[in-house]
T-cell receptor, first 110, second 109 residues
C-alpha cells in the first residue's frame, strides 16, 4: 500500500510557500520525509510519530493526522536550495519497513 | 564518519552476467535495506535485514539475493542480470531515520 503524494510536481518562485501531502489507505505508526536532489541520495528530513504532532525546524515543518492517515510537509519562504524531489515514507508499526511514495518534484525559480 | 558506503558507483553488465553490490555502514545499525529507484516509481524495497545473519524479502525481490554475514555489511547479488534490472540501487541503514548510500547506477545491456 504505497502512500499517495500530491501534487506530483510544483514550480515556485523563491520566497513562496509550498505544501506537499502524503496519504495512506492504512493505519500509520509513523511518517518519514526525505529530500533527494538530482543525482544524489535521499536525505532524511524528519520523522513524525502518531499523536498528531507537528515537527520541523526553521522554514520546513510537517504535521501528521493519524485519524486521516495523512501527513503534510510545509516549506515556507522557499529557497533555491529547497529544489529537489520530496518523498514521504510510511510505516504501519514500529518494526515495519518504510514504503515510499512516488515523490513530489519541487522546482524553485529565482 | 563515513555513514553508508556503496560500491561500485557505476556498472554496465551484459544480459546473463552476475555481480555483487556491496554496502557498508559504520553506525552500528541493526537494520539495513536495499532499494531500487526507477523513474516515476519512487523507491521500492528489494530485500532487507534486521540483524547479522538475517534477511527478508521486500516488495520486488525476484532476481536478487542478499547476504548479511557481518553486521556492517549487506550484499546484493544479481545471479543472471536482465535489462529489467537496469536501475539505480540504494542501500540504507536505519537509526533515527534512514541513512542512504550514494547509489549504484547499473545498466544491463
Amino acid at each position: 500500500q504505497q502512500p499517495v503524494q500530491s501534487p506530483q510536481a510544483v514550480i515556485l518562485r523563491e520566497g513562496e510557500d509550498a505544501v506537499i501531502n502524503c496519504s495512506s489507505s492504512k493505519a500509520l505508526y509513523s511518517v518519514h520525509w526525505y529530500r533527494q536532489k538530482h543525482g544524489e541520495a535521499p536525505v532524511f528530513l524528519m520523522i513524525l510519530l502518531k499523536g498528531g504532532e507537528q515537527k520541523g525546524h526553521e522554514k520546513i515543518s510537517a504535521s501528521f493526522n493519524e485519524k486521516k492517515q495523512q501527513s503534510s510537509l510545509y516549506l515556507t519562504a522557499s529557497q533555491l536550495s529547497y529544489s529537489g524531489t520530496y518523498f514521504c515514507g510510511t510505516l504501519g508499526n514500529r518494526d515495519d519497513k518504510i514504503i515510499f511514495g512516488k515523490g513530489t518534484r519541487l522546482h524553485i525559480l529565482p | 564518519n563515513a555513514g553508508v558506503t556503496q560500491t561500485p558507483k557505476f556498472r554496465v553488465l551484459k544480459t546473463g552476467q552476475s555481480m555483487t553490490l556491496l554496502c557498508a555502514q559504520d553506525m552500528n545499525h541493526e537494520y539495513m535495506y536495499w532499494y531500487r529507484q526507477d523513474p516515476g516509481m519512487g523507491l521500492r524495497l528489494i530485500h532487507y535485514s534486521v540483524g547479522e545473519g538475517t534477511t527478508a524479502k521486500g516488495e520486488v525481490p525476484d532476481g536478487y539475493n542478499v547476504s548479511r554475514l557481518k553486521k556492517q555489511n549487506f550484499l546484493l547479488g544479481l545471479e543472471s542480470a536482465a535489462p529489467s534490472q537496469t536501475s539505480v540501487y540504494f542501500c540504507a541503514s536505519s537509526g533515527h531515520g534512514y541513512t542512504f548510500g550514494s547509489g549504484t547506477r547499473l545498466t544491463v545491456v
